[in-house]
């Protein structure tokens, strides 16, 4: 029972140099952010020690007895924070979550209708060298070529003309919310059923600043990593018995063996501190940062410097910079931000003239910086370092500079070292 210092000072050393980095950098990769000190202490837990293949009380199983505590608890608080009438929190990732999902609504060959992966879809949502491109009759929709959003009388068509099993509404890369009334009404003019993946804005649903899928879905699923800031993991809602049921069957054992409890445990807790006025108030921060964040990214001097946004602006946690005309590119614009502190990732933008390991966009999102404790006044600084390293006209040492005194004004897990 060694310290792990003392058992692998190389993985002890990992731990460390990552704890520096997410320290000293400004962390915007849309998709990440900081899980409290109660989600770390689950997930470091005894809890992982235990074996519960099954559901609460119904376990494969012996001494279940407190996991089960865990799991009631993660169901109960993901079905009262999202208003639905069950919840399976055993996936253990928005992958298998999905995985799930689909082999609960869909039967191999099945055609499925989701958002074109390079229009802001996800892998989960029919690529080709992922399950569900394997699985399924993939068909897909895209935004529109002229303002970048999704038309809902293009989905409309597409679904008329293919008659899908399955609708999919969600996305990894689109800066707007979604019509679920919308593509409820489509599905149920074609018979399908409607998923829908929030996986990317979920905590700006739980704070009922964002619309819900929820009430339109047969079925939504989620990651509990984004926006929502608590462990790796994923989990599915719905409001039909027969579908919980079949999810049910589909998560354990159909995709999964035992589930990950120490991560069920810290689910429960992302859960309930979600439902607190502090959460709502950190996806408030969040959307407005990244609304300033695209506001210095659509000024004349961004656009005469070839940087712009994707539909002119936000609505969510995120901002897709269109790099179309800029000479910078996706991996250059990445690699100019990483130098002076900053992380996020390249995104290809629809319709992409550049290849998809270069791409022409950028994805940048707020809600790790908004956890670090972010306001307007930080935001507006980030925003404006942001767009001069992209518009190539502030000095690098400068940039910098600003950035770890930023990064230094909000300590990120003071005092861990000592937890
Ligand atoms: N669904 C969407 C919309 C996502 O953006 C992601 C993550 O990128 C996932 C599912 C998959 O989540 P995970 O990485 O936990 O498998």
């Known amino acids: 029972n060694e310290p792990l210092e003392v058992v692998d000072p190389e993985i002890a050393a990992v731990l460390r140099d990552e704890l520096n980095r997410q320290r000293s950098t400004l962390e915007m990769i849309a998709s990440e952010n900081f899980v409290p000190r109660a989600v770390l202490e689950s997930q470091g837990s005894v809890l992982t020690n235990k074996y519960a293949e099954g559901y609460p009380g119904r376990r494969y199983y012996g001494g279940c007895e407190f996991v089960d505590v865990a799991e009631?608890?993660?169901r109960d608080r993901a079905k009262s924070l999202f208003g639905a009438k069950y919840a399976n929190v055993q996936p253990h990732s928005g992958a298998s979550a999905n995985a799930a999902v689909l082999s609960a609504i869909a039967e191999p060959g099945?055609?499925?209708?989701?958002?074109?992966?390079?229009?802001?879809?996800?892998?989960?949502?029919?690529?080709?060298?992922?399950?569900?491109?394997k699985l399924y009759n993939v068909v897909s929709y895209g935004v529109d070529p002229e303002t970048f959003l999704v038309d809902m009388d293009v989905v409309r068509?597409?679904?008329?003309e293919t008659k899908p099993k399955v609708i999919i509404a969600g996305w990894s890369a689109y800066p707007r919310t979604l019509d679920f009334a919308a593509f409820r009404a489509i599905a149920d003019e074609v018979g399908a059923t409607l998923w829908v993946d929030m996986a990317h804005f979920a905590g700006l649903v739980a704070a009922g600043i964002h619309p819900s899928p929820v009430?339109?879905?047969?079925?939504?699923?989620?990651t509990v990593h984004k926006t929502i800031g608590g462990p790796r993991s994923g989990f599915i809602l719905t409001n039909d018995l027969e579908i919980y049921k079949k999810l049910n069957s589909n998560v354990f054992p159909g995709q999964q063996g035992g589930p990950l409890m120490h991560v069920i445990a810290a689910k429960a807790t992302a859960?309930?501190?979600?439902?607190t006025d502090e959460f709502k108030e950190r996806q408030l921060r969040t959307v407005s940062g990244a609304k300033l964040l695209a506001d210095a990214l659509t000024t004349e001097a961004s656009r005469a410097a070839g940087v712009d946004v994707l539909t002119g602006g936000t609505d969510v946690h995120l901002v897709l910079a269109d790099l179309r005309n800029s000479p910078l590119d996706g991996q250059q614009a990445e690699d100019a931000l990483h130098a002076v502190g900053i992380t996020v990732n390249r995104n290809a933008v629809p319709f992409d003239p550049r290849p998809?390991?270069?791409?022409s966009g950028l994805r940048i999102g707020t809600p790790a910086l908004a956890t670090r404790g972010f306001g307007d006044?930080?935001?507006?600084?980030v925003a404006d370092i942001v767009a001069q390293t992209l518009q190539q006209s502030g000095d690098v040492d400068a940039l910098s500079a600003r950035?770890?005194?930023l990064a230094d004004a909000f300590p990120l897990y003071p005092g861990l070292e000592e937890w």
């Open 215 to 222: 009430p339109h879905a047969h079925v939504t699923s989620s």
């Open 72 to 74: 009631d608890l993660a």
């Open 271 to 275: 859960f309930k501190l979600a439902a």
């Open 157 to 160: 068509q597409k679904a008329l």
């Open 356 to 359: 998809p390991m270069v791409t």
């Open 403 to 405: 950035v770890k005194a």
């Open 110 to 133: 099945d055609t499925i209708l989701g958002l074109e992966l390079s229009h802001g879809g996800h892998l989960t949502h029919g690529m080709k060298l992922n399950f569900s491109g």
């Open 377 to 381: 006044a930080e935001f507006t600084e």
